[in-house]
């Protein structure tokens, strides 16, 4: 994978909605699992939803559930964190990454199974 940028992001208020992009090239993220990342001031790197390679099977942190929506766009090579419900304590920098491996509910959110990354934008939640 050659890069993987990341759209979106931006100060928003409680309650407010925001959607990022994960767009790749050099190859399609069909082949790829594409994981959200955040890290929150203070705090380490967590994992916030996946998307299964193929199947598009997802994933999510129990944090988000329920608030956020990970979906992929083959024809647009990208995919999407739709975050519904934004609470101050999203407030973080969100991080796209891609592996092609088959991870499952027990490996996603482990930052060393992803092996590309993008650059991280930042998602300030506040009033």
């Known amino acids: 994978m050659s890069s993987c940028r990341r759209l979106g992001g931006g100060l928003v208020q409680p309650g407010g909605s925001l959607r990022l992009s994960c767009v790749a090239s050099?190859?399609?993220?069909?082949?790829?699992?594409i994981g959200w990342f955040r890290q929150a001031p203070g705090k380490e790197r967590e994992g916030v939803s996946y998307?299964?390679?193929?199947?598009?099977?997802?994933f999510y942190a129990a944090s988000v559930k329920g608030r956020f929506t990970i979906s992929r766009d083959n024809a647009k090579n990208t995919v999407y964190l739709q975050m519904n419900t934004l609470k101050p304590e999203d407030t973080a920098i969100y991080y796209c990454?891609?592996?092609?491996?088959?991870?499952?509910?027990?490996?996603?959110?482990?930052?060393?199974?992803?092996?590309?990354w993008g650059k991280g934008t930042l998602v300030t939640v506040s009033s």
């Open positions: 998307i299964r390679r193929s199947s598009g099977s997802t």
């Open positions: 990454a891609a592996t092609p491996k088959g991870l499952i509910a027990s490996s996603w959110s482990t930052e060393t199974n992803m092996d590309y």
């Open positions: 050099g190859v399609s993220l069909y082949s790829y699992g």
